[in-house]
Each structure stands twice: as structure tokens, then as C-alpha cells.
């Protein structure tokens, strides 16, 4: 079993910033993508931002620009600088993480969700 324990969410003004990070815990063999995604009220979750263990980032047209996300493998976290803030970024934001798990010599993939951080914005 993996956890994903969320953390920075907040109330800021428009224009403001704020950085969240999630960091997974358990028994992890390896982390392949990550990910943040939101769900603002009476909305479906969509996609903020992904990014894969080597690197490469894909993003929301929404969100191009202004927010920003990276991870440190070696502390399996992930991270998401959200920079000129807008009252439309409000939402529940989640982590996601594509972890491989070890059993013996197979391995498989579960996908796993933390519990969420609230962000609002102010105008």
C-alpha cells in the first residue's frame, strides 16, 4: 500500500503563489508518472499537470505559463509552483502517482490518489 500525503494548500490573493507538494510512502518499487489534477465545485477532476520520472512535463493549456511542476525522485515527491494565481485555479487539488510494486519477480502497477488540498482564490 502507497500514501500520498498532500500539503500547501491555501487561501492567496489573485496575482499570489503558492507551492504544493505530495509526497508517496510505502512500499514502493519504482514511481513512473506523477501528477496533479483538480476539481473545482460542480466540476469534473481534470488535469493540471504531469510529469515523468525522467523528466518531461506535459501541462493544461490553462495552466501553461504560470504553474510549475518537478519532483525529487529520490524523496519520491512531487511538486507544483503555482505562480499569478487566478479565482478560476479554485479547486480541491489531487495527487497522483503511477507506482510499480514488486512481488517476488513480477511486478505490477497501481495508481493511487491522495486526499487532496484545497486552494482558493481570491479576487
Known amino acids: 500500500q502507497v500514501q500520498l500525503v498532500e500539503s500547501g494548500g491555501g487561501l492567496v490573493q489573485a496575482g499570489g503563489s503558492l507551492r504544493l507538494s505530495c509526497a508517496a510512502s510505502?512500499?514502493?518499487?519504482?514511481?513512473?508518472?506523477m501528477g496533479w489534477y483538480r476539481q473545482a465545485p460542480r466540476k469534473q477532476r481534470e488535469l493540471v499537470a504531469t510529469?515523468?520520472?525522467?523528466?518531461?512535463?506535459n501541462y493544461a493549456d490553462s495552466v501553461k505559463g504560470r504553474f510549475t511542476i518537478s519532483r525529487d525522485n529520490a524523496k519520491n515527491t512531487v511538486y507544483l509552483q503555482m505562480d499569478s494565481l487566478k479565482p478560476e485555479d479554485t479547486a480541491v487539488y489531487f495527487c497522483?502517482?503511477?507506482?510499480?510494486?514488486?512481488?517476488?519477480?513480477?511486478?505490477?502497477?497501481?495508481?493511487?490518489w491522495g486526499q487532496g488540498t484545497q486552494v482558493t482564490v481570491s479576487s
Open positions: 497522483n502517482a503511477d507506482v510499480t510494486h514488486r512481488r517476488g519477480i513480477h511486478t505490477y502497477n497501481v495508481d493511487y
Open positions: 510529469i515523468t520520472s525522467s523528466g518531461s512535463t
Open positions: 510505502g512500499s514502493i518499487f519504482s514511481i513512473n508518472a
